[in-house]
Protein backbone atom coordinates (compact mmCIF):
# COMPACT_ATOMS: atom_id res chain seq x y z
CA UNK A 1 0.00 0.00 0.00
CA UNK A 2 1.02 3.46 -0.77
CA UNK A 3 1.10 6.72 1.69
CA UNK A 4 0.09 9.93 0.50
CA UNK A 5 1.89 12.36 3.40
CA UNK A 6 -0.03 15.75 3.68
CA UNK A 7 1.11 19.16 4.94
CA UNK A 8 0.61 22.43 4.17
CA UNK A 9 0.26 26.08 6.23
CA UNK A 10 -2.33 28.27 6.82
CA UNK A 11 -0.97 32.11 7.64
CA UNK A 12 -3.50 34.14 10.22
CA UNK A 13 -3.16 38.21 10.27
CA UNK A 14 -5.08 40.15 12.11
CA UNK A 15 -5.05 43.31 14.10
CA UNK A 16 -5.74 44.79 17.54
CA UNK A 17 -6.95 48.07 16.85
CA UNK A 18 -7.36 51.01 20.24
CA UNK A 19 -9.55 53.73 19.73
CA UNK A 20 -12.54 55.86 21.53
CA UNK A 21 -15.88 56.44 20.19
CA UNK A 22 -15.77 53.41 17.57
CA UNK A 23 -19.37 54.22 16.01
CA UNK A 24 -18.67 57.84 15.68
CA UNK A 25 -19.02 59.54 12.28
CA UNK A 26 -16.06 61.06 12.61
CA UNK A 27 -14.03 57.92 13.52
CA UNK A 28 -12.76 56.35 10.01
CA UNK A 29 -11.73 53.42 11.53
CA UNK A 30 -14.28 50.56 11.18
CA UNK A 31 -14.55 52.55 7.39
CA UNK A 32 -11.28 51.93 6.56
CA UNK A 33 -11.33 48.46 7.61
CA UNK A 34 -14.21 47.19 5.58
CA UNK A 35 -12.91 49.39 3.04
CA UNK A 36 -10.79 46.29 2.39
CA UNK A 37 -13.51 44.05 1.71
CA UNK A 38 -15.17 45.39 -1.55
CA UNK A 39 -14.74 42.56 -4.32
CA UNK A 40 -16.26 42.59 -6.97
CA UNK A 41 -19.45 40.02 -7.41
CA UNK A 42 -19.62 39.86 -3.21
CA UNK A 43 -22.61 41.30 -0.97
CA UNK A 44 -21.10 41.42 2.36
CA UNK A 45 -23.49 40.88 5.25
CA UNK A 46 -22.51 41.40 9.26
CA UNK A 47 -25.08 40.25 11.95
CA UNK A 48 -24.04 42.03 14.66
CA UNK A 49 -24.44 39.88 18.59
CA UNK A 50 -24.16 41.89 21.59
CA UNK A 51 -23.87 41.57 25.52
CA UNK A 52 -27.77 43.27 26.70
CA UNK A 53 -26.09 44.71 30.16
CA UNK A 54 -24.08 46.19 27.95
CA UNK A 55 -26.59 47.75 25.32
CA UNK A 56 -28.51 48.85 28.47
CA UNK A 57 -25.87 51.27 29.34
CA UNK A 58 -25.67 52.12 25.49
CA UNK A 59 -28.94 52.30 24.10
CA UNK A 60 -27.98 54.43 21.91
CA UNK A 61 -25.56 52.47 20.17
CA UNK A 62 -28.23 50.39 18.11
CA UNK A 63 -28.88 53.22 16.06
CA UNK A 64 -25.23 54.14 16.26
CA UNK A 65 -24.43 51.70 14.40
CA UNK A 66 -26.90 51.26 12.21
CA UNK A 67 -26.33 54.99 11.19
CA UNK A 68 -22.40 54.39 10.92
CA UNK A 69 -23.11 51.14 8.36
CA UNK A 70 -25.68 53.08 6.49
CA UNK A 71 -23.40 55.89 5.88
CA UNK A 72 -19.88 54.70 5.91
CA UNK A 73 -19.89 51.20 4.96
CA UNK A 74 -22.50 51.02 2.73
CA UNK A 75 -21.40 48.21 0.78
CA UNK A 76 -21.86 45.97 4.08
CA UNK A 77 -25.63 45.17 4.16
CA UNK A 78 -26.10 44.74 8.12
CA UNK A 79 -28.68 42.29 9.63
CA UNK A 80 -31.86 44.02 10.30
CA UNK A 81 -31.85 42.60 13.98
CA UNK A 82 -28.89 43.03 16.75
CA UNK A 83 -29.15 39.93 18.27
CA UNK A 84 -28.96 40.76 22.07
CA UNK A 85 -27.63 37.81 24.83
CA UNK A 86 -26.83 38.15 28.44
CA UNK A 87 -23.69 38.82 29.67
CA UNK A 88 -21.41 36.60 31.87
CA UNK A 89 -21.21 32.85 31.98
CA UNK A 90 -25.14 33.03 31.51
CA UNK A 91 -24.15 33.30 27.25
CA UNK A 92 -22.41 29.95 27.73
CA UNK A 93 -24.34 28.17 29.77
CA UNK A 94 -27.38 27.70 27.69
CA UNK A 95 -27.21 26.07 24.34
CA UNK A 96 -30.37 28.06 22.98
CA UNK A 97 -28.01 31.61 22.85
CA UNK A 98 -25.53 29.55 20.68
CA UNK A 99 -28.82 28.49 18.65
CA UNK A 100 -30.17 31.76 18.32
CA UNK A 101 -26.92 32.77 16.34
CA UNK A 102 -26.89 29.70 14.39
CA UNK A 103 -30.21 30.55 13.13
CA UNK A 104 -29.64 34.14 12.45
CA UNK A 105 -26.88 32.95 10.29
CA UNK A 106 -29.45 31.02 8.26
CA UNK A 107 -32.26 33.71 8.43
CA UNK A 108 -30.19 36.81 7.33
CA UNK A 109 -28.05 34.31 4.59
CA UNK A 110 -24.81 35.18 6.67
CA UNK A 111 -22.23 33.62 4.75
CA UNK A 112 -18.30 32.94 4.93
CA UNK A 113 -17.95 36.23 2.52
CA UNK A 114 -19.65 38.25 5.37
CA UNK A 115 -19.11 39.06 9.25
CA UNK A 116 -20.46 38.22 12.68
CA UNK A 117 -19.80 40.58 15.19
CA UNK A 118 -19.24 40.15 18.79
CA UNK A 119 -20.03 43.03 21.18
CA UNK A 120 -19.44 42.43 24.66
CA UNK A 121 -17.66 40.89 27.76
CA UNK A 122 -15.00 37.64 27.05
CA UNK A 123 -17.73 35.53 27.68
CA UNK A 124 -20.26 36.80 25.14
CA UNK A 125 -17.29 37.08 22.67
CA UNK A 126 -16.19 33.19 23.26
CA UNK A 127 -19.82 32.18 22.53
CA UNK A 128 -20.46 34.16 19.87
CA UNK A 129 -17.06 33.18 18.04
CA UNK A 130 -17.34 29.74 18.54
CA UNK A 131 -21.31 29.97 16.71
CA UNK A 132 -18.96 32.15 14.20
CA UNK A 133 -16.31 29.32 13.69
CA UNK A 134 -18.56 26.15 13.33
CA UNK A 135 -21.16 27.89 11.21
CA UNK A 136 -20.72 27.15 7.44
CA UNK A 137 -17.10 26.30 9.06
CA UNK A 138 -15.97 29.75 9.50
CA UNK A 139 -17.11 32.92 9.75
CA UNK A 140 -15.07 35.83 9.54
CA UNK A 141 -15.24 37.14 12.91
CA UNK A 142 -15.08 40.53 14.35
CA UNK A 143 -14.59 41.13 17.93
CA UNK A 144 -15.49 44.25 19.53
CA UNK A 145 -14.57 43.73 23.31
CA UNK A 146 -16.53 45.73 26.02
CA UNK A 147 -14.56 44.91 29.62
CA UNK A 148 -11.01 45.06 31.10
CA UNK A 149 -10.30 41.34 30.39
CA UNK A 150 -11.77 41.19 26.78
CA UNK A 151 -9.69 43.97 26.03
CA UNK A 152 -6.30 42.77 27.65
CA UNK A 153 -6.74 39.24 27.32
CA UNK A 154 -9.55 36.64 25.82
CA UNK A 155 -10.87 39.31 23.03
CA UNK A 156 -7.34 39.54 21.45
CA UNK A 157 -6.71 35.62 21.53
CA UNK A 158 -7.48 32.87 19.29
CA UNK A 159 -9.88 30.44 21.14
CA UNK A 160 -14.04 30.65 21.25
CA UNK A 161 -15.92 28.48 23.16
CA UNK A 162 -19.55 27.38 25.51
CA UNK A 163 -19.60 25.27 28.47
CA UNK A 164 -20.90 21.86 28.34
CA UNK A 165 -22.27 19.28 31.08
CA UNK A 166 -20.74 21.40 33.71
CA UNK A 167 -17.37 22.03 32.46
CA UNK A 168 -15.69 25.54 31.27
CA UNK A 169 -15.37 25.90 27.66
CA UNK A 170 -15.52 21.93 27.06
CA UNK A 171 -16.09 22.90 23.83
CA UNK A 172 -14.50 24.83 21.75
CA UNK A 173 -12.46 25.99 18.51
CA UNK A 174 -9.51 27.58 17.89
CA UNK A 175 -10.26 30.44 15.36
CA UNK A 176 -8.63 33.71 14.90
CA UNK A 177 -10.91 36.91 14.77
CA UNK A 178 -10.37 39.15 11.43
CA UNK A 179 -9.85 41.89 13.34
CA UNK A 180 -10.31 43.12 17.19
CA UNK A 181 -11.49 46.53 17.85
CA UNK A 182 -10.82 47.85 21.53
CA UNK A 183 -12.69 51.13 22.06
CA UNK A 184 -11.43 52.46 25.40
CA UNK A 185 -14.53 54.28 26.38
CA UNK A 186 -16.58 51.54 26.44
CA UNK A 187 -14.49 50.65 29.71
CA UNK A 188 -16.80 53.49 31.23
CA UNK A 189 -20.23 50.93 32.01
CA UNK A 190 -18.21 48.51 33.85
CA UNK A 191 -19.31 48.62 37.47
CA UNK A 192 -16.15 48.47 40.20
CA UNK A 193 -16.12 44.46 40.03
CA UNK A 194 -15.57 44.13 36.18
CA UNK A 195 -13.19 46.97 36.24
CA UNK A 196 -10.86 45.23 38.86
CA UNK A 197 -11.68 41.70 37.80
CA UNK A 198 -9.83 42.30 33.94
CA UNK A 199 -6.45 43.57 35.66
CA UNK A 200 -6.08 39.97 37.43
CA UNK A 201 -5.09 38.96 34.14
CA UNK A 202 -2.35 41.78 33.57
CA UNK A 203 -0.89 40.59 36.59
CA UNK A 204 -0.77 37.21 35.84
CA UNK A 205 1.06 37.98 32.56
CA UNK A 206 3.57 40.02 33.98
CA UNK A 207 4.08 37.58 36.84
CA UNK A 208 5.33 35.11 34.29
CA UNK A 209 6.71 37.31 31.96
CA UNK A 210 8.04 40.90 32.87
CA UNK A 211 9.18 41.78 35.92
CA UNK A 212 9.32 45.14 35.00
CA UNK A 213 5.31 45.43 34.23
CA UNK A 214 4.84 43.99 37.36
CA UNK A 215 6.68 46.55 38.90
CA UNK A 216 4.71 49.23 37.01
CA UNK A 217 1.35 47.33 38.37
CA UNK A 218 3.18 47.73 41.55
CA UNK A 219 3.40 51.10 41.82
CA UNK A 220 -0.08 51.95 40.55
CA UNK A 221 -2.29 49.05 42.49
CA UNK A 222 -3.96 51.72 44.13
CA UNK A 223 -4.77 54.64 41.17
CA UNK A 224 -6.29 51.46 39.41
CA UNK A 225 -8.36 50.21 41.82
CA UNK A 226 -9.88 53.94 41.84
CA UNK A 227 -10.39 53.67 37.87
CA UNK A 228 -7.29 55.94 36.54
CA UNK A 229 -8.85 55.59 32.29
CA UNK A 230 -4.73 56.62 31.10
CA UNK A 231 -3.16 53.62 33.51
CA UNK A 232 -6.24 51.33 32.25
CA UNK A 233 -5.14 52.27 28.70
CA UNK A 234 -1.77 51.13 29.17
CA UNK A 235 -2.19 48.27 31.30
CA UNK A 236 -4.72 46.97 28.42
CA UNK A 237 -2.17 48.24 25.78
CA UNK A 238 0.86 46.27 27.11
CA UNK A 239 -1.19 43.30 28.11
CA UNK A 240 -2.73 42.55 24.80
CA UNK A 241 0.60 43.27 23.18
CA UNK A 242 1.97 40.41 25.90
CA UNK A 243 -0.65 38.46 25.02
CA UNK A 244 -0.42 38.30 20.93
CA UNK A 245 3.15 38.10 21.15
CA UNK A 246 2.86 34.77 23.28
CA UNK A 247 0.47 33.12 21.16
CA UNK A 248 2.52 33.88 17.88
CA UNK A 249 5.80 32.81 19.58
CA UNK A 250 4.47 29.26 20.76
CA UNK A 251 2.02 27.08 20.82
CA UNK A 252 -1.45 29.02 19.64
CA UNK A 253 -3.70 26.32 19.10
CA UNK A 254 -2.15 24.12 22.05
CA UNK A 255 -1.19 20.85 20.77
CA UNK A 256 0.69 20.34 23.27
CA UNK A 257 -0.05 20.46 26.92
CA UNK A 258 2.42 23.47 27.99
CA UNK A 259 -0.44 26.64 28.60
CA UNK A 260 2.10 29.25 30.37
CA UNK A 261 -1.50 31.77 29.86
CA UNK A 262 -3.50 29.43 32.22
CA UNK A 263 -1.47 30.46 35.36
CA UNK A 264 -3.70 30.90 38.35
CA UNK A 265 -6.78 29.10 35.76
CA UNK A 266 -6.79 25.75 37.31
CA UNK A 267 -8.59 26.64 40.55
CA UNK A 268 -9.74 29.60 38.94
CA UNK A 269 -12.36 27.75 36.84
CA UNK A 270 -13.67 25.31 39.77
CA UNK A 271 -14.10 28.03 41.65
CA UNK A 272 -16.64 29.82 39.26
CA UNK A 273 -18.16 26.79 39.17
CA UNK A 274 -18.45 26.05 42.32
CA UNK A 275 -20.07 30.00 43.37
CA UNK A 276 -22.30 29.16 40.51
CA UNK A 277 -20.41 32.27 38.63
CA UNK A 278 -21.03 34.80 41.38
CA UNK A 279 -17.16 34.68 41.48
CA UNK A 280 -16.39 36.38 38.37
CA UNK A 281 -13.34 35.18 36.16
CA UNK A 282 -11.44 38.21 36.67
CA UNK A 283 -11.72 37.56 40.82
CA UNK A 284 -11.71 33.49 40.35
CA UNK A 285 -7.79 34.27 38.96
CA UNK A 286 -6.83 36.48 41.51
CA UNK A 287 -7.75 33.73 43.92
CA UNK A 288 -6.10 30.99 41.83
CA UNK A 289 -2.67 33.21 41.33
CA UNK A 290 -2.81 33.69 44.95
CA UNK A 291 -3.00 29.94 45.99
CA UNK A 292 -0.48 28.95 42.99
CA UNK A 293 1.62 31.49 44.64
CA UNK A 294 1.42 29.92 48.10
CA UNK A 295 1.81 27.05 47.02
CA UNK A 296 5.18 27.66 45.44
CA UNK A 297 6.25 29.58 48.49
CA UNK A 298 5.59 26.21 50.31
CA UNK A 299 7.75 23.84 48.42
CA UNK A 300 10.96 26.35 48.21
CA UNK A 301 10.60 27.58 44.41
CA UNK A 302 8.99 31.21 45.33
CA UNK A 303 10.57 33.53 48.05
CA UNK A 304 8.47 34.17 51.17
CA UNK A 305 9.31 38.22 50.03
CA UNK A 306 7.94 37.76 46.60
CA UNK A 307 4.57 36.08 47.57
CA UNK A 308 4.45 39.34 50.39
CA UNK A 309 4.69 41.45 47.17
CA UNK A 310 2.54 39.42 45.41
CA UNK A 311 -0.67 39.26 47.77
CA UNK A 312 0.06 43.49 48.37
CA UNK A 313 -0.78 43.85 45.10
CA UNK A 314 -3.43 41.45 44.85
CA UNK A 315 -5.11 43.21 48.00
CA UNK A 316 -4.50 46.83 46.77
CA UNK A 317 -6.15 46.23 43.85
CA UNK A 318 -9.11 45.49 45.93
CA UNK A 319 -9.36 40.81 45.25
CA UNK A 320 -10.36 39.02 47.56
CA UNK A 321 -7.91 36.11 48.40
CA UNK A 322 -9.85 33.24 49.88
CA UNK A 323 -13.44 32.10 49.46
CA UNK A 324 -15.15 29.18 51.64
CA UNK A 325 -16.00 27.25 48.15
CA UNK A 326 -12.17 26.27 47.95
CA UNK A 327 -12.18 24.49 51.11
CA UNK A 328 -16.01 22.89 51.02
CA UNK A 329 -16.42 19.09 51.51
CA UNK A 330 -12.85 18.93 52.82
CA UNK A 331 -10.70 20.42 49.40
CA UNK A 332 -12.13 17.60 47.76
CA UNK A 333 -13.99 19.80 45.35
CA UNK A 334 -10.70 21.70 44.60
CA UNK A 335 -8.88 18.42 43.68
CA UNK A 336 -11.33 17.44 41.29
CA UNK A 337 -10.92 20.74 39.82
CA UNK A 338 -7.29 19.88 39.27
CA UNK A 339 -7.81 16.41 38.10
CA UNK A 340 -10.55 18.13 35.64
CA UNK A 341 -8.09 20.53 34.37
CA UNK A 342 -5.65 17.40 33.74
CA UNK A 343 -8.25 15.59 31.81
CA UNK A 344 -8.43 19.18 29.75
CA UNK A 345 -5.13 18.61 29.16
CA UNK A 346 -4.95 15.71 27.61
CA UNK A 347 -4.00 13.26 30.56
CA UNK A 348 -0.72 14.73 31.11
CA UNK A 349 -1.02 17.75 34.04
CA UNK A 350 0.98 20.95 33.00
CA UNK A 351 0.35 23.61 35.64
CA UNK A 352 2.62 27.23 35.97
CA UNK A 353 4.65 28.09 38.80
CA UNK A 354 6.56 30.86 40.09
CA UNK A 355 10.38 30.80 40.70
CA UNK A 356 10.38 34.69 41.02
CA UNK A 357 8.40 37.27 39.75
CA UNK A 358 8.56 37.73 36.20
CA UNK A 359 9.63 34.04 35.77
CA UNK A 360 7.65 30.73 35.90
CA UNK A 361 8.16 27.08 35.65
CA UNK A 362 6.05 24.20 34.13
CA UNK A 363 5.44 21.67 36.93
CA UNK A 364 3.64 18.19 36.06
CA UNK A 365 2.27 16.93 39.85
CA UNK A 366 0.63 19.21 42.77
CA UNK A 367 1.00 17.53 46.26
CA UNK A 368 -3.07 17.53 47.31
CA UNK A 369 -1.94 17.90 50.73
CA UNK A 370 0.26 20.94 50.45
CA UNK A 371 -2.73 22.71 48.31
CA UNK A 372 -5.09 22.13 51.37
CA UNK A 373 -2.41 23.55 53.46
CA UNK A 374 -2.19 27.03 50.88
CA UNK A 375 -5.90 27.19 51.23
CA UNK A 376 -5.42 27.22 55.00
CA UNK A 377 -3.12 29.87 54.46
CA UNK A 378 -5.19 32.05 52.47
CA UNK A 379 -8.04 31.51 54.68
CA UNK A 380 -5.35 32.97 57.77
CA UNK A 381 -4.12 35.61 55.30
CA UNK A 382 -7.95 36.94 54.38
CA UNK A 383 -8.20 37.32 58.02
CA UNK A 384 -5.92 38.97 59.72
CA UNK A 385 -5.68 42.89 59.51
CA UNK A 386 -3.79 44.03 56.13
CA UNK A 387 -0.49 45.31 58.69
CA UNK A 388 -0.08 42.05 59.77
CA UNK A 389 2.43 38.70 57.77
CA UNK A 390 1.24 35.68 57.75
CA UNK A 391 4.40 33.71 57.30
CA UNK A 392 4.78 30.12 55.56
Not at 376 to 382: C, G, Q
Request: negative net charge.
Amino acid sequence: MQTIQQKFQIEYNYAVFFTHRLFDQNNPLLRDFFNNYQEQGFQRKALIVADDGFLANYPELRDQVRAYFASSVSHIQLAPEIIEVPGGEASKNDPAHFERIAAAVDIYGIDRHSFVIGIGGGAVLDMVGYAAAVSHRGIKLIRIPTTVLAQNDSGVGVKNSINFHGKKNFLGTFAPPVAVFNDLTFLRSLDDRDWRSGIAEALKVALIKDVTFFEWLEERAVSLAHRDEDAMAYLIHKCAEMHTAHIAGGDPFEFGSSRPLDFGHWAAHKLEYLTNFEVRHGEAVAIGIALDCVYATKIGKLQQADLNRILDVLTKLGFELYHSKLAENDKINLRNGLQEFREHLGGRLTIMLLEKIGHGVEVHELDADIIAKSVDYLEAFSAQPATIDVKI
